[in-house]
């Protein structure tokens, strides 16, 4: 079971916006430590999407964004394309653990 | 542009070690802006960060794994290197090495920028 909490899937149609939430405790997302999010694509690596809560690296559309509330961090991608289809999961440091943990992942399926 | 690229055995005998190695093309492992992680993946599960490395030898280990876990870095060869010890079936994954920024603020609000395109590593005899 991992340490943050993701919807094991979802899905939406093209040109819709989808929410991906994860969950966390006072040890890493309510202690504040920085929310990052990947996307995988089948057999490739994963893809840093947000760092930092809200930060795109470059080359990453803005129809990726990132939020945080509480322990609770969202990716929001609007515009929904068909390259869009993959894994999404993410990232935090917990302080309780001494390490980075991650979501177990939301498989999004664009319809 | 950095490139990472992992290498080592694809398979594993249970209760020995896996040893796998990060090389770094198109930049360097002692470039004092980055640490160096390595990550796993088992099939058709989520990623689990096993440890991270400085290029000064300073080491971030998984605490489920550090009993297990050395990683080391080799500046002249530009690279850095996994051990993992008494390996059993669940160590089969998928093996990605990644680069890490280290900001102002540390490395809790930085991601994994660069990854590897990974190498699989199966336990079986």
């Known amino acids: 079971q991992s340490v943050l909490t993701q919807p094991p899937s979802v899905s939406g149609a093209p040109g819709q916006t989808v929410t991906i939430s994860c969950t966390g405790t006072s040890s890493n997302i309510g202690a504040g430590y920085g929310i990052n999010w990947y996307q995988q694509l089948p057999g490739r690596a994963p893809k840093l999407l947000i760092y930092?809560?809200?930060n795109r690296p470059s080359g990453v559309p803005d129809r990726f964004s990132g939020s945080k509330s509480g322990s609770s961090a969202s990716l929001a991608i609007t515009g929904l394309q068909a390259e869009d289809e993959a894994d999404y999961f993410c990232q935090s440091y917990d302080s309780s653990l001494s390490g980075w943990v991650f979501g177990g992942g939301t498989n999004l399926t664009v319809l | 542009q950095l490139q990472l690229h992992e290498s080592g055995p694809g398979r594993v005998k249970p209760s020995e070690t896996l040893s796998l190695t990060c090389s770094l093309s198109?930049?360097?492992?002692?470039?004092?802006?980055?640490?160096w992680d390595w990550i796993r993946q088992s099939p058709g599960k989520g990623l689990e960060w096993i440890g991270t490395?400085?290029?000064?030898?300073?080491?971030y280990y998984n605490p489920y794994l550090t009993s297990r876990v050395t990683i080391s870095v080799d500046t002249s060869k530009n690279q850095f290197s996994l051990s993992l010890n008494f390996v059993t079936a669940a160590d089969t994954a998928l093996y990605f090495c990644?680069?890490?920024?280290?900001?102002?603020?540390?490395?809790?609000?930085?991601?994994?920028?660069?990854w590897g395109q990974g190498t699989t590593v199966t336990v079986s005899s």
């Open positions: 930092g809560y809200i």
């Open positions: 490395i400085y290029y000064s030898g300073n080491t």
């Open positions: 990644s680069r890490h920024p280290l900001t102002s603020v540390g490395l809790y609000y930085s991601g994994m920028d660069v």
């Open positions: 198109g930049g360097s492992i002692s470039d004092n802006n980055y640490y």
